[in-house]
């Protein structure tokens, strides 16, 4: 790690990427009393609560990745993120972000034009649109895994990969969704939360009904 390099999230970020992070979390500020961007709750600690635990998703891309997907983006988390490590980390990767409450989706183009991202944001639900193809395809708490899994499925890359962090129930949500999916899983301890996990998921089909 260099002089001028900063850890967050197991990741050398530099300085730069560590100020347009900064400046992404007074965005977030700004803009939440008015619409509600994150619950009220977590703005006291904005930076460990969504900007360190999106971060860590960023650690599972992989390098051959170009296309990354995120749905019901809301305030950013962790798209944005996404794409300001990218910036420097990853510069070939575009993140998309796909939200439907159009005065997130606003805000959300509002902070890729400040920040001058490698990012798209598109006013839609993700069930609506054409399959998207995208390599890496992730979700923060938006769904239940078998309702995100059937999200994947159509919008990956048949060798795509999805990235979903799931509370402490993650477990269950795998073997729920189990009954209707078949898929490969590989689960990351969340660096933040002791029983929370980073789920890494590929090779994504319907079950077979016996």
């Not at 296309?67 to 510069?91: N, Q, Y």
């Not at 649109?129 to 499925?153: F, I, K």
């Amino acid at each position: 790690m260099n002089a001028s390099d900063v850890q967050l999230a197991g990741l050398d970020v530099s300085r730069e990427t560590f100020a347009a992070l900064k400046q992404y979390e007074s965005l977030v500020l700004r803009w939440t009393s008015a619409i509600n961007l994150i619950s009220k709750s977590t703005q006291a600690d904005v930076w460990q609560r969504h900007i360190v635990d999106s971060a860590q998703l960023f650690r599972h891309c992989p390098a051959s990745a170009r296309k990354w997907l995120d749905v019901g983006s809301g305030g950013g988390f962790p798209a944005i993120v996404i794409a300001i490590l990218a910036r420097e980390a990853k510069p070939d990767l575009h993140v998309t972000l796909v939200e439907s409450d159009l005065r997130k989706a606003t805000f959300l183009r509002q902070a890729v034009q400040i920040l001058s991202l490698n990012a798209t944001v598109l006013s839609a639900r993700a069930e609506s649109l054409s399959p998207m193809l995208a390599d890496v395809l992730s979700a923060r708490a938006l769904a239940p895994l078998s309702d995100l899994l059937a999200l994947a499925e159509m919008h990956l890359q048949p060798d795509g990969i999805a990235i979903f962090p799931k509370g402490a129930r993650f477990g269950a949500e795998i073997a729920s969704a189990r009954q209707s999916w078949a898929f490969d899983v590989d689960t990351f301890p969340s660096l933040l939360e002791a029983d929370a996990a980073i789920l890494v998921i590929r090779d994504i089909h319907r079950a077979r009904q016996v």
